[in-house]
């Protein structure tokens, strides 16, 4: 005999309190196989379900009463049987829920405690036991209230109560386990977004650390170019404001693109070449299609410091640097090429390729923001100097 349920968290609600989360999806006893649990609940839904549960019931008390049964007995005639009765309880619990649920204007949703209990399990013996006396009386071709006569609900009764307690047990521990998922879904996301949040505080608080110290170098340089050249102190202190109005933009901005990235590194380089002179000079190479591709605020400016500081600086002659984008299959990759005095001699990352403490901060905070497929890598060019290759996720906005 078959059991089934339109909602079963009508029935499991009875334990809970009025402050229960009710965000748990619907739950079905065919919920037991995750596969089903693929399809948003609707009525046509729920009645397929209720249809296949009972089917399965049907077979499963087929198999029972084979083995029970005296040798000989018609496996179509016990299918049959089973078949009829299932069906005839199944669909009555099925449509006596939403019945109720509709005339009462969703009481049973909002009632607690043991009032909802004793509804739910009174609700299903009264239709286990209905529907095992229509399911009998098809069968048989009587009147059904012949089965409804006080020596046949005596009959039925203590079955009636063992499977409203069985399917009861069933739905309950299938609506905790869909609420304990529900919950560490919850967690991982509030995981992934406290990560995401600290990763964006990191950045900023890199960006506040770093502007200061080039600030003050950059004014000094001004003041110092004011009286012997002093339209390259103003071209300078232009590509300044330029430079710290966009840094402040991007501070205060949740998205960025990879256009304005490169612009905010054009203007960074173009205060470092008038303080650096002939001893710094850089490329900006990117399509136009690639602009308007979303990226982190700030994750190229460390690396682009890097460059400078621990590549250009260190060498007398100093070098070039070159900025270039692409699209990698699934993938865009940003790199940041420059001439210096590579890994080993400018101690960037203690002579380890890809190491170092900043390195291991950078790829944490791509780690947060984009998840596994973003990676950052430092490697030696053939010549001098280093290549750093950031590759990010297409399209993913943060």
């Not at 905790?176 to 529900?182: G, S, T």
């Not at 200061?212 to 590509?239: C, D, G, W």
Request: charged share 15%; proline share 5%.
């Amino acid at each position: 005999m078959a059991i089934s349920y339109n909602d079963a968290s009508l029935l499991l609600k009875a334990t809970m309190s009025e402050n229960a989360d009710t965000s748990t999806p619907r739950a079905h006893p065919m919920y037991f196989i995750p596969w089903f649990r693929r399809w948003p609940s609707s009525p046509l839904r729920d009645i397929a379900y209720t249809a296949l549960w009972n089917l399965l019931m049907a077979l499963f008390f087929t198999a029972l009463n084979m083995l029970l049964a005296k040798p000989g007995a018609s496996l179509v005639a016990h299918f049959w049987a089973s078949f009829v009765i299932s069906n005839a309880i199944g669909f009555l619990i099925h449509f006596g829920l939403v019945a109720v649920e509709w005339a009462s204007n969703g009481w049973p949703s909002r009632s607690t405690g043991w009032r909802r209990s004793l509804y739910y399990m009174s609700m299903l013996t009264a239709c286990i036991l209905i529907g095992m006396s229509l399911g009998n009386a098809v069968l048989r071709g009587v009147h059904p209230l012949v089965y409804l006569q006080g020596g046949a609900v005596a009959q039925f009764l203590p079955f009636a109560l063992f499977l409203s307690l069985f399917v009861f047990g069933v739905l309950l521990t299938l609506e905790r386990r869909m609420r304990a998922e529900a919950l560490a879904a919850r967690q991982r996301e509030q995981i992934a977004e406290g990560a995401a949040q600290l990763a964006q505080a990191q950045l900023r608080a890199l960006q506040a650390q770093i502007e200061p110290h080039f600030l003050y170098n950059t004014l000094a340089n001004v003041v110092s170019m004011i009286e012997p050249q002093p339209q390259q102190a103003k071209h300078m202190l232009l590509r300044l404001i330029d430079f710290l109005r966009s840094s402040l933009a991007a501070s205060r901005a949740e998205h960025a693109t990879l256009g304005s990235e490169f612009d905010l590194a054009a203007a960074y380089l173009d205060v470092l070449k008038m303080r650096m002179g002939a001893r710094l000079s850089y490329r900006i190479q990117i399509d136009d299609a690639l602009r308007d591709q979303p990226i982190a605020p700030m994750l190229l400016q460390p690396l682009i410091e890097n460059a400078v500081i621990h590549g250009l600086e260190p060498k007398l002659e100093g070098g070039e640097i070159v900025l270039t984008a692409l699209l990698d299959h699934e993938l865009l990759c940003v790199q940041i090429q420059d001439s210096g005095v590579g890994i080993a001699a400018g101690g960037l990352v203690s002579k380890k390729v890809g190491g170092g403490v900043g390195m291991a901060n950078l790829r944490e905070r791509l780690f947060s923001l984009y998840g596994p497929q973003a990676r950052v890598q430092l490697s030696e060019n053939s010549s001098c100097g280093i290549t750093a290759k950031l590759w990010l996720p297409v399209g993913v906005n943060h």
